[in-house]
T-cell receptor, first 111, second 114 residues
Framework: RKEVEQDPGPFNVPEGATVAFNCTYS??????FFWYRQDCRKEPKLLMS???SGNEDGRFTAQLNRASQYISLLIRDSKLSDSATYLC????????????FGRGTSLIVHP | EPEVTQTPSHQVTQMGQEVILRCVPI?????FYWYRQILGQKVEFLVS????????KSEIFDDQFSVERPDGSNFTLKIRSTKLEDSAMYFC????????????FGDGTRLSIL
């Protein structure tokens, strides 16, 4: 089983739609979780951290489900500018700080 | 907002040559990282650096690679005897601490090996 898995998509949605992505991870001892956004041929940019209690930032909501070992990202009222690849990043525990990136989920928001 | 800066933005090099990629991490950050991303593939960890020494490295980071912090601001990645398969985007990142903190990425160096 891959360490961090994401549906590559693409998710093709109209403006204004609500879209959700999931990311599963295999290491149950993982400590911290993040969503990054990556535009084509650009660097990953932090979108939000994912806390156990959930995290909301404007139109974006991130959730963590430790029992089922997945994190989710919900985007409400999609904008054209939301079109990008969304990367799930999982940090381990136990002395290693090597983050594992998912392959990313591609989102295309169309008019 | 403080940024991680990388130079050059694009490096074209003949196979077999050595390249040095440069990064200036955010000034109050303590941990530095190098990643690579081959076109169309996921971001891969190469190495982390703390307190002037390598903290961790991946299987990719073999003897061909080395990192250095030559002064108080720069953090470099040297790739010796470059191969065609070294062609990729190389991202530098930094974080205040290693665990539980997000990393801030530079805008990358595109390395093209001919």
């Amino acid at each position: 089983r891959k360490e961090v898995e994401q549906d590559p998509g693409p998710f093709n949605v109209p403006e204004g739609a609500t879209v959700a992505f999931n990311c599963t991870y295999s290491n149950s001892a993982s400590q911290s979780f993040f969503w990054y956004r990556q535009d084509c041929r650009k660097e990953p940019k932090l979108l939000m951290s994912v806390y156990s209690s959930g995290n909301e930032d404007g139109r974006f909501t991130a959730q963590l489900n430790r029992a089922s070992q997945y994190i989710s990202l919900l985007i409400r009222d999609s904008k054209l500018s939301d079109s990008a690849t969304y990367l799930c990043v999982v940090n381990p525990s136990g002395g290693s700080y090597i983050p594992t990136f998912g392959r990313g989920t591609s989102l295309i928001v169309h008019p | 907002e403080p940024e991680v800066t990388q130079t050059p933005s694009h490096q074209v090099t003949q196979m077999g040559q050595e390249v040095i990629l440069r990064c200036v991490p955010i000034s109050n950050h303590l941990y530095f990282y190098w990643y690579r991303q081959i076109l169309g593939q996921k971001v891969e960890f190469l190495v982390s650096f703390y307190n002037n020494e390598i903290s961790e490295k991946s299987e990719i980071f073999d003897d061909q690679f080395s990192v250095e912090r030559p002064d108080g601001s720069n953090f470099t990645l040297k790739i010796r005897s470059t191969k065609l398969e070294d062609s990729a985007m190389y991202f530098c990142a930094s974080s205040e601490v290693a665990a539980n903190q997000p990393q801030h990425f530079g805008d990358g160096t595109r390395l093209s090996i001919l």
